[in-house]
């Protein structure tokens, strides 16, 4: 966190328009979560880095695809952008495989963070659900 807001370059202001609207929580639940995140295995990001790593860089090529709910909205969201008459389709293209690549690498890093928080070790799901496409798209937007 502290290097995306030395940067200074709108990227941590993205993610953080993407942040769900929270409920007021208790102090003594947010006293309790903040317990459980020091006791978790998240010391560090390079270890989630590592973790990323070793999964899809050793041993056969893992695959992700988008679930049928994300598909949808990311035709949606593909027929919505048509280019104009007259406007170049291969700038369009380009943004087209950057919004699935921006879904595969937000879907790995959210689910290894998730695991590392609460603390389990389990397979990243190879579907990308609707809620990480429509990130992806409102990241890339």
């Known amino acids: 966190m502290p290097r995306l807001v030395d940067n200074n370059n709108g990227l941590l202001d993205r993610f953080l ?28 990001f390079d270890r989630i880095y590592d973790k990323i790593y070793a999964k899809h860089n050793t041993g056969d090529q893992v695959q ?12 949606r969201h593909m027929g919505e952008n048509i280019p104009q008459e007259g ?3 291969a700038a369009n293209s380009k943004d087209d ?24 070790n389990d397979d990243i799901p190879k579907k990308i659900p609707t809620s990480t496409m429509n990130a992806a798209i409102a990241l890339s937007s």
């Open 17 to 44: 328009i993407l942040l769900p609207a929270t409920a007021p929580v208790a102090l003594s639940t947010r006293m309790d979560n903040s317990k459980s995140l020091r006791n978790s295995n998240l010391s560090s």
């Open 97 to 120: 495989k950057n919004i699935t690549r921006l879904a595969a690498v937000m879907h790995v890093l959210f689910s290894v963070m998730n695991q590392a928080l609460n603390q389990r």
């Open 64 to 75: 992700y695809s988008l679930s049928h709910e994300a598909l949808d909205v990311y035709v």
């Open 87 to 89: 406007a170049a389709r």
